[in-house]
């Protein structure tokens, strides 16, 4: 178990250092979807399904932050995930917006671990790029176009990456909470691919009780968190999950649409108009997985002295 535990503590690492919000995702109605029966269609529990995907898949551990279990992490020998994000604000006509863009892949190999890490993102229209691959004891860091490379363990690779990525974000959201057993209670289950996808939709018109749930949510994405004269009010909110055959949780998806009103002096304010998307999904796992190099490794520059120097 011991060696996979640098796999797994990493990217869950790197998953706790990115927002959380959601990609649109098109299903189908409940009643046109292809299932085996109609007992087994009402046996599905969608929240007890949901629990029980958790236990098996490394999905579920690594956007928690929590260990795996022995039996889950001793089966799990490499692993690329995806993790996509856009926020967009549009304040009096101004509109912004932050796309930020994740690819992890690990394949732990006892005589060679290997890694890329990469992120992408634009922040008020200034671009961030950011990779890491790891291969032969070296790491191969490409930040904005400054490629340098150096000897060193993988955990060290990881968290010159991890710093990169904390200065862009420091916000987290789990979510297994957007998955509540009364979110889930009148859920759409369709079947996509082989796919069990579980989909629901809450709206301010229907639905105002329950999407106050989520105020502290809206102010840890906004940091807004404890800020007097602030209220949120959410619009709409989607939610969906994916289960492959073997019910192993393979992708979520959240998608948000708030308002974030702010007192600017007192009994003036101004009103924002938010949209968030997040998906997250489980690309390909141990054999499956595939690293391709970065291209022109030997334009990298060699900092191992330099930097051991500076240590």
Request: proline content about 3%; overall charge negative.
């Amino acid at each position: 178990m011991k060696k996979i535990k640098w796999l797994a503590a990493g990217l869950a690492a790197c998953m706790a250092l990115t927002l959380c919000a959601c990609g649109d995702e098109t299903t189908t109605s409940s009643e046109d979807a292809p299932v085996s029966s109609q007992e087994e269609s009402a046996k599905f529990d969608p929240y007890e399904a949901y629990a029980a995907a958790a236990e098996k898949s490394p999905l579920a551990a690594l956007l928690t932050g929590e260990e795996m279990s022995p039996d889950l992490a001793e089966s799990l020998t490499a692993l690329d995930v995806s993790y996509d994000m856009n926020i967009e604000i549009d304040m009096d006509s101004l509109v912004l917006r932050m796309p930020v863009s994740m690819q992890m892949q690990m394949i732990n190999d006892e005589a060679n671990p290997q890694m890329f890490l990469a992120m992408d993102m634009d922040f008020l229209g200034q671009a961030l790029a950011t990779s890491v691959y790891y291969t032969d004891g070296t790491a191969y860091v490409d930040s904005n176009g400054t490629r340098i490379k150096q000897e060193m363990p993988i955990e060290e690779a990881f968290s010159s990456f991890s710093d990169s990525a904390d200065s862009a974000s420091s916000s987290q959201l789990e979510f297994a909470q957007f998955f509540g057993k009364d979110f889930l209670e009148n859920a759409t289950v369709t079947q996509e691919d082989g796919n069990t996808v579980v989909t629901y939709t809450l709206t301010s018109a229907e639905d105002a009780a329950l999407l106050a749930q989520f105020t502290d949510v809206l102010q840890q994405l906004t940091g807004e968190t404890g800020t007097a004269g602030t209220d949120f009010t959410f619009t709409e909110l989607t939610c969906s999950y994916t289960l492959d055959a073997d019910g192993m949780l393979v992708a979520e998806n959240i998608s948000m649409a708030f308002s974030m009103t702010q007192e600017v002096t007192e009994g003036e304010s101004i009103t924002s108009h938010c949209k968030a998307d997040v998906s997250v999904a489980i690309n390909a796992l141990n054999e499956d997985v595939v690293i391709t190099p970065p291209s022109g490794l030997d334009s990298y520059v060699d900092q191992t002295a330099a930097l051991g120097e500076a240590v």
